[in-house]
Structures are given as structure tokens and as C-alpha cells.
């Protein structure tokens, strides 16, 4: 029997190919060519598999993040009579440690430490009366670790090198943790709170502020979900004055903390920086000593009541100076280097810039990884970018409380204490 197709293409009398039309595909260099094509599309599949898959596993629910500790108490001294028993939330953070330290030096307090781990025995402060393990998230927790307390410091909301986190997290932790805490401490009868906020929060999308003071109002919409964060927890914390005999007040540290765990600190202090061409605005600064006494004094003003001079008020803590960015960043002390005994930073357009930034946060929400340092980021752009200098007059009219500090001073004693630190790993 013959093939129908092949009967009739006989009768058209239509010639045989040549040479089959594919057989170039199957020479040697196209083959490996095919092979490394096939390779790169394999490639690319695995990577955008496991960006979605480390995406869906840091995705949180809609009621936010489960608590990720459990509660635990290390007691370690004793309590002594007279003194009242006060809990530092977020003590091992960068600003908390130092808090703790002046809330010891002070001598008039039992001193009580809480945060998301508890210290290595080595690393524990020897007069503190205990360390407790614990998330502000979780309601039953803090309504344990605030029983017999008379006053709290809520310095534990996620910080700015965070920013890289999920918007769940900054609103989840810094709003639901800070009702959370109020909440405690009002069925606990504890008597004062002291809030750690940022002055930054009266700072919205696109704005600049110059010497603002604290009757700047809350903008409508922040620059980024951090602000707005701790602005939300501001207000819980400042209209819960007077209720139930609690009394609150809302201390504002500078943009800028002379502190090495501060990310642009510590940018500063181990890498060159990228800062935009042509920036010309200027940013307060406060030391981290300077702030825990300013807190320490407005407890202090708060035992009165919360009719006090303090109840219900938030108070910038700044310099009162206007120190230049690019002065900041980029002053030489010497013809290479920089007064952080760096290169000098190398300057970017802003639209360069902000390109970078955004690449860098949704590269690492995507993969978890970071392109460039957690400096460039938009939250971090703002520093950049952004006119952010602040007036502390009320806290020097209410608390008699002032900022001497000369920048030049802050950065010398920043690089012998990085110098130091540094040599010391080296020895170990």
C-alpha cells in the first residue's frame, strides 16, 4: 500500500529536499550555544522559585507575626528597700543599654531589663535586678513582667536598621506592642511611663523641617512606615496620661544618635559613604549619655503626677545645632581621609540615588539579600535628602535639660572607641 502523501506529491512531481532545513541546529557550536541557553532559563527559574518561596515564608498573617519568644526571667540581684522597681524594655538595644546604665548611676531605682533575649552572663550588667525574656506583642507577658513596677521606659520599638523589614512588622510591633503596654500598665497600677519616640515624626512625604520645635503637628501622610509607627505610639502613649493614674510623656531623640550601632554611625565608621551631590541640609544630633539623663529627669518629674509640668508631652532632645550633612560625612582631617578615617564618600545624583535604594529594599524583599549596606535604603534616603534639624527649647525650659556636645568632639571619641574595639578582637 502506498502513502497517500507521498502518491500524491509523486503526481505533482514535487522534488525531495536537499538538505533537511534544520540540520544547522545540530552542528557542534549550536549545540553548545542551545546548551548554555537552556541553562541560563533553568537558572533564572530556580531564582525567582526561591524568591517566592523566601517571600511566602517571611510573609506575615493579617493579624501580624506570632510572638517569637517565650517568656523567661533570669533574677540575678536583690532589690533594695526604698528604691522603686522600674522596667527598661528593649534594654539590649543600642539606646537601651545606656538607659540601664544611667537609671543604675542614678542609684535610686531597681532596675528591671526586658528584651526579645537575655544577655550571656558575661555581657549582663551587675547591678540589675533581673533580665526577662519576653515580646511586648504578647499581652500576657507584659501583664507579668509589669506587676510591682512603678514605672516604665519603653525604649523596644524596631529600629530604623529594620527598615528593610515587612510594613506588618514596623505597625504589628511599635503600635500593637506600645497599646499592649499601656493596657499593662494601667490594670498593673504602674504609675509612669516614659516613651522613646524620634523627632522625626512630625517629618511627612517630601517635607523638610528647619528648628522645629514640639508644636509641630503629625503630617497626614510620613515619608515611610517607621515614622509613621512610632508617631501612632506617640499618641497611645501621650492620650493614656491621667487614666487610671498613669502618667506619660513622649522623649524625641535627635534623627542622628553619636552611637556606633547607629546605622549611619556605623556606616560611617567602616566603609565610605554614598551621599547625593550638591546636599546641602543640616541634621541634629544627640548623644545616647545625654538622652538617658533626659529621661531619667523627666521620671523624675513625672512622680508628681500626671499634672506635672512633663504629663502628656513630648520633648525633642537634639544639640540646638544645625550640623551640615556633607560636613558630617565628608570633613578630611587629613588630604585622603576623612575625619572618620575614611575615603571621602563618593557623591551620587539623587535620581541615581534613589534608583539604588529602591533596588537594594526590593532586592532584599524578594531574596532576602542585600545588593548594597542597609545605609541605602528610602528610609535612609531621607537622611540624605531631607532638611532634618530640631529644636530642644522645651526640654531645657521643663526638665533644665541641654545638649553641650561639639560634633567634632562626637566623632574623635566614636573613632578611638571603634580603634579600640577593633584592636581588641584582634588580640582575642
Known amino acids: 500500500m502506498v502513502c497517500p502523501v507521498l502518491e500524491r506529491a509523486s503526481q505533482q512531481k514535487i522534488d525531495a529536499p536537499t538538505e533537511y532545513p534544520y540540520e544547522p541546529l545540530y552542528r557542534p557550536w549550536s549545540w553548545v550555544l542551545s546548551t548554555f541557553g537552556n541553562f541560563f532559563i533553568f537558572a533564572a527559574i530556580v531564582l525567582v522559585g526561591y524568591a517566592l518561596y523566601r517571600r511566602r515564608r517571611r510573609k506575615s498573617s493579617k493579624n501580624g507575626p506570632e510572638p517569637s519568644v517565650s517568656f523567661r526571667r533570669v533574677d540575678q540581684g536583690k532589690k533594695r528597700e526604698g528604691r522603686d522597681d522600674v522596667l527598661v524594655l528593649g534594654a539590649e538595644t543600642s539606646f537601651g543599654r545606656h538607659l540601664v546604665k544611667r537609671l543604675l548611676a542614678d542609684g535610686g531605682y531597681n532596675v528591671h531589663c526586658l528584651h526579645s533575649y537575655i544577655p550571656y552572663q558575661e555581657d549582663r550588667l551587675r547591678d540589675v535586678c533581673s533580665y526577662i525574656q519576653a515580646d511586648i506583642c504578647c499581652y500576657d507577658d507584659m501583664l507579668l513582667c509589669t506587676r510591682e513596677v512603678k514605672a516604665v521606659f519603653h525604649a523596644g520599638n524596631l529600629a530604623p536598621r529594620d527598615s528593610f523589614g515587612k510594613r506588618v512588622d514596623f505597625l504589628h510591633h511599635n503600635v500593637k506592642g506600645t497599646e499592649n503596654v499601656v493596657c499593662v500598665c494601667r490594670e498593673n497600677g504602674v504609675k509612669r511611663l516614659v516613651y522613646t519616640s524620634s523627632a522625626a515624626v512630625v517629618v511627612g512625604k517630601d517635607w523638610s523641617r528647619r528648628n522645629a520645635d514640639e508644636t509641630a503637628p503629625y503630617p497626614k501622610s510620613h515619608g515611610n512606615v517607621y515614622r509613621a509607627s512610632l508617631a501612632s505610639a506617640e499618641q497611645v502613649v501621650l492620650d493614656a496620661n491621667g487614666k487610671d493614674g498613669l502618667s506619660t510623656c513622649a522623649m524625641r531623640l535627635a534623627p542622628v544618635i553619636w552611637s556606633e550601632n547607629d546605622p549611619l554611625i556605623e556606616s560611617l565608621l567602616t566603609q565610605s559613604m554614598l551621599v547625593v551631590d550638591g546636599s546641602a541640609h543640616s541634621v541634629t544630633a544627640v548623644t545616647p549619655e545625654a538622652a538617658a539623663r533626659a529621661h531619667v529627669i523627666a521620671d523624675k518629674k513625672l512622680q508628681s503626677g500626671s499634672d506635672s509640668v512633663v504629663g502628656g508631652k513630648a520633648y525633642n532632645l537634639g544639640d540646638n545645632a544645625r550640623t551640615s550633612y556633607r560636613d558630617l560625612v565628608g570633613t578630611l582631617s587629613s ?82 572607641a571603634h580603634k579600640a574595639g577593633r584592636e581588641g578582637k584582634k588580640e582575642q
Open 335 to 416: 588630604d585622603d581621609k576623612t575625619i572618620w578615617s575614611q575615603p571621602p564618600p563618593t557623591e551620587i545624583s539623587k535620581s541615581v540615588m534613589t534608583v539604588l535604594a529602591y533596588v537594594n529594599y526590593y532586592g532584599y524583599k524578594l531574596t532576602g539579600t542585600l545588593v548594597h549596606n542597609v545605609t541605602v535604603s528610602p528610609l535612609m534616603m531621607d537622611i540624605h535628602t531631607t532638611e532634618l534639624s530640631f529644636s530642644s527649647t522645651r526640654a531645657k525650659q521643663d526638665l533644665g535639660w541641654e545638649e553641650k556636645t561639639e560634633w567634632q568632639t562626637a566623632v574623635a571619641g566614636l573613632v578611638q
